[in-house]
């Protein structure tokens, strides 16, 4: 099924170049004939180049092994290519073949997936009326370019504004002066019902993360957490918040069962017909002085997805102080490296990016926690609890929402 959807994807987008190149070249042949003045030809553009001229089909082909960045330079070598590249059915091919691949997605990048749940626009629907110039908007309401150049990882780190050198100087300086320890609380079924746990690996993996110590903070039933150096400049601090003790939590990983989660309280449903909780009480003490929430969940597909996950989320969000401001960022975990992926080569990666994955997008994660629908800046990431893979992107994040200034990464 997904190979036809995919089929009629491509086909539709085909169609849809194929009816402006034609457009295109006729009008411009007849405003070449009517231009008399030889001013006014010196200013026409040349005859079409072997690209310009070749099959649609062989366009579509390249445009899809082609970066964002590269398919916009090919927009800029001409009018042609402007309008070309900007047919909103092609980046709406794009958003719907690469948003599943994507690593990460936050709370600023997330895709108007609504708008994507919506039918291919009809292909009698004509896209031929663009202006060359490419100044008038398209005919669909919904710019799928944009989308995707907000959404795709490479784009969101290209594009970032440089800092100014006076501000790597004062970097610098301000390096040199101690920050406060950022503590952050770390919760959710992937600590649990993974074969790999990620904690035992992050204590364990003194290049990735070293371990600085325990601090003597307590909270009862919590302890202190345990401090990690973050790019040998940032100490952060973790307090794990497992369901139930070690050996329950086992013996339901070996039988893949669920057992009762004491971190919460079952307090019957909302209006909506959802569970609603209500955080234990020394879990609300953890609430009330961390900067931050870690969420582990369970991207390996058929696991995971309990729609207790959201309401959980809700509860310790809704117990912290001034809960609107402190990030969430959300570890998609699995516990190994898919093998597969590992084999293959950059070229073939760009030519199987529809062959099924082994875990959870981020997208989709995004989206079964309801993610948008939250007042707090988040992040999904995809993380490996073998490899810890992933994390340090999503660590380095999680300190930038706190108001933590990293140098040099």
């Not at 970097?171 to 904690?199: C, H, I, N, T």
């Amino acid at each position: 099924m997904a190979g036809n959807i995919q089929q009629l994807n491509e086909s539709a987008v085909i169609r849809s170049l194929r009816r402006f190149r034609d457009t295109y070249f006729t009008n411009r042949a007849k405003v070449v004939q009517d231009e008399l003045a030889p001013v006014v030809e010196t200013n026409a553009e040349p005859p079409p180049g072997f690209l310009d001229s070749s099959p649609v089909d062989v366009q579509f082909l390249i445009m899809t092994f082609l970066c964002p960045a590269d398919i916009c330079c090919l927009g800029a070598t001409s009018r042609y290519w402007r309008a070309m590249v900007r047919d909103p059915l092609l980046w709406r091919y794009f958003l719907l073949r690469d948003m599943l691949h994507w690593p990460s997605i936050d709370h600023v990048s997330m895709p108007q997936l609504e708008f994507l749940d919506a039918p291919l626009i009809n292909e009698e629907e004509s896209l031929d009326d663009r202006e060359e110039d490419g100044d008038r908007g398209m005919v669909s309401t919904f710019d799928y370019m944009s989308e995707y150049l907000k959404g795709c990882p490479s784009c969101r780190q290209q594009w970032l504004p440089s800092r100014p050198a006076y501000e790597v100087f004062t970097s610098f300086l301000q390096s040199l002066v101690p920050s406060s320890e950022p503590r952050y609380a770390m919760f959710g079924p992937g600590m649990e019902q993974l074969d790999v746990s990620l904690v035992t690996r992050l204590m364990n993996a003194p290049d990735v993360l070293p371990v600085s110590g325990t601090p003597q903070r307590q909270i009862n039933g919590i302890g202190s957490g345990i401090s990690y150096i973050f790019n040998n400049q940032q100490k952060f601090n973790i307090l794990t918040l497992y369901s139930t003790n070690r050996a329950e939590r086992e013996r339901a990983r070996v039988q893949q069962q669920s057992v009762s989660n004491k971190l919460f309280t079952l307090e019957g449903t909302d209006e909506s017909g959802c569970p609603a909780y209500s955080p234990a009480p020394q879990v609300q003490q953890v609430c009330q002085v961390v900067d931050g929430f870690i969420y582990v969940a369970n991207a390996e597909l058929g696991r995971g997805g309990e729609e207790c996950e959201v309401a959980q989320i809700r509860a310790v969000l809704s117990s912290a102080e001034s809960s609107a401001s402190k990030p969430l960022l959300v570890l998609s975990c699995v516990s190994r490296d898919d093998p597969e992926e590992d084999r293959i080569t950059n070229l073939q990666k760009v030519t199987s990016r529809n062959r099924a994955r082994c875990r959870t997008p981020c997208v989709d994660m995004a989206k079964r926690l309801e993610l948008p629908q939250l007042a707090n800046p988040w992040m999904v990431q995809d993380t490996v609890a073998e490899s810890l893979s992933g994390l340090l992107d999503g660590i380095s994040w999680l300190l930038r929402c706190s108001g933590v200034k990293l140098y040099g990464g």
